[in-house]
T-cell receptor
Framework: KAGVTQTPRYLIKTRGQQVTLSCSPI?????VSWYQQTPGQGLQFLFE???????NKGNFPGRFSGRQFSNSRSEMNVSTLELGDSALYLC?????????FGPGTRLTVL | DQQVKQNSPSLSVQEGRISILNCDYT??????FLWYKKYPAEGPTFLIS?????DKNEDGRFTVFLNKSAKHLSLHIVPSQPGDSAVYFC??????????????FGKGTKLSVKP
């Protein structure tokens, strides 16, 4: 089975712009979760989608949003980018408890 | 308030010896625990997990032990190999709000296995 794929792998944006990241889960996995990894805060949960519905949300501002499509593919959007949004954004898909991560998208905000 | 803590930021072990990575948690609602291995600029790789109804789970060189009364789990790697050098994350999950999709991660322990 192919693993979780994320596009793009690297992205450079400037403050105030918006960005959309994409995630394709492992075939058959209906749950997709997003995490942000920064050196200071570690891995932090953003949100989880299951069957196109947001099932759980972490403690992030409303500038962070996401959605899931009928084929389980997911996108996350960050609007009005800030310098502190620079991070590795990880997507994980899951059949139940174990989550399987993609390689991440490295976002740099200048 | 950190719900999952890995108090050792780094650990150095000789090749062939045992590596023991520790993790403490505070939330008694957690019912599933996982260990991930991560290389720089890559996503975490799932290693092994344990349900709260068990106290031990083995998979090859990796064994996870869970002590619910102490809210403590540990990952044993025997024998350690240089390729095991990476950052190891402990994560916990609980079926609250009907979702297991919210993993709470520790800050990680960087393991270095010296030849």
């Amino acid at each position: 089975k192919a693993g979780v794929t994320q596009t793009p792998r690297y992205l450079i944006k400037t403050r105030g712009q918006q960005v959309t990241l994409s995630c394709s889960p492992i075939s058959g996995h209906r749950s997709v979760s997003w995490y942000q990894q920064t050196p200071g805060q570690g891995l932090q949960f953003l949100f989880e989608y299951f069957s196109e519905t947001q099932r759980n949300k972490g403690n992030f501002p409303g500038r962070f949003s996401g959605r899931q499509f009928s084929n389980s593919r997911s996108e996350m959007n960050v609007s009005t980018l800030e310098l502190g949004d620079s991070a590795l954004y990880l997507c994980a898909s899951s059949p139940s408890y174990e989550q399987f991560f993609g390689p991440g998208t490295r976002l740099t905000v200048l | 308030d950190q719900q999952v803590k890995q108090n050792s930021p780094s650990l150095s072990v000789q090749e062939g010896r045992i590596s023991i990575l520790n993790c403490d948690y505070t939330n008694s609602m957690f019912d599933y625990f996982l260990w991930y291995k991560k290389y720089p600029a890559e996503g975490p790789t799932f290693l092994i997990s344990i349900s709260s109804i068990k106290d031990k789970n083995e998979d090859g060189r990796f064994t996870v032990f869970l002590n619910k009364s102490a809210k403590h789990l540990s990952l044993h790697i025997v024998p350690s190999q240089p390729g095991d050098s990476a950052v190891y994350f402990c994560a916990a999950s609980g079926n609250y709000g009907g979702s297991q999709g919210n993993l709470i991660f520790g800050k990680g322990t960087k393991l270095s296995v010296k030849p």
